[in-house]
């Protein structure tokens, strides 16, 4: 049973198009967040939520906006999707927010945009 | 914002070689993580370091933290090809952890 879970694991679309990534946890945490992995494989962190509350936000263009409807929901929805877009995206969560606490990650969503 | 620098960036060895990876950092961190990533899923905890001077092992896998708790480092002995992956040290505030550019480790039969 995976703990985080992100659909969908690939994505292909145009240049200002709009989507959305979703993610699930199972493991009762109450801290999400999302993370971007360029293609030198830097990992950055986008959006920290605890408890549905948006804690930060990663200097991340307004054209991303997430949204969590509940503590185990994490979603992310991208306007007008741009080449530099192209990325994978991981969703995580942890059990407080506390420095040292384990994050655990999804599987990721990897988009490309064309 | 605190930064972690990784080396090296990439490193290709044989079977049954050690090696070593390096995490610093101009900045104090009250703990740093050390986290592996496979190809097509996402990174996974190793181990956690949170006193000055700590040694933490794992099977072949050695971990420190720096006294100063600015740098860690990581030593694979007797490294096998189930090591290959990226290595990627992370440490921070809370709500935000903060990863080094990774090392991607090779290990060739």
């Known amino acids: 049973d995976t703990a985080v879970s992100q659909t969908p694991k690939y994505l292909v679309t145009q240049m200002g198009n709009d989507k959305s990534i979703k993610c699930e946890q199972n493991l009762g945490h109450d801290t999400m967040y999302w993370y971007k992995q360029d293609s030198k494989k830097f990992l950055k962190i986008m959006f920290s939520y605890n408890n549905k509350e948006l804690i930060i936000n990663e200097t991340v263009p307004n054209r991303f906006s997430p949204k969590s409807p509940d503590k185990a929901h994490l979603n992310l929805h991208i306007n007008s999707l741009e080449l530099g877009d192209s990325a994978v995206y991981f969703c995580?969560?942890?059990?407080?927010?506390?420095?040292?606490?384990?994050?655990?990650f999804g599987e990721g969503s990897w988009l490309t945009v064309v | 914002t605190q930064l972690l620098e990784q080396s090296p960036q990439f490193l290709s060895i044989q079977e049954g070689e050690n090696l070593t990876v390096y995490c610093n950092s101009s900045?104090?961190?009250?703990?740093l993580q050390w986290y592996r990533q496979e190809p097509g899923e996402g990174p996974v905890l190793l181990v956690t370091v949170v006193t000055g001077g700590e040694v933490k092992k794992l099977k072949r896998l050695t971990f420190q933290f720096g006294d100063a708790r600015k740098d860690s480092s990581l030593h694979i002995t007797a490294a096998q090809p189930g090591d290959t992956g990226l290595y990627l040290c992370?440490?921070?505030?809370?709500?935000?952890?903060?990863f080094g550019k990774g090392t991607l480790l090779t290990v060739n039969p």
């Open positions: 992370a440490g921070g505030s809370n709500y935000k952890l903060t």
């Open positions: 995580a969560s942890s059990q407080g927010s506390r420095s040292g606490n384990t994050i655990y």
């Open positions: 900045s104090v961190f009250s703990s």
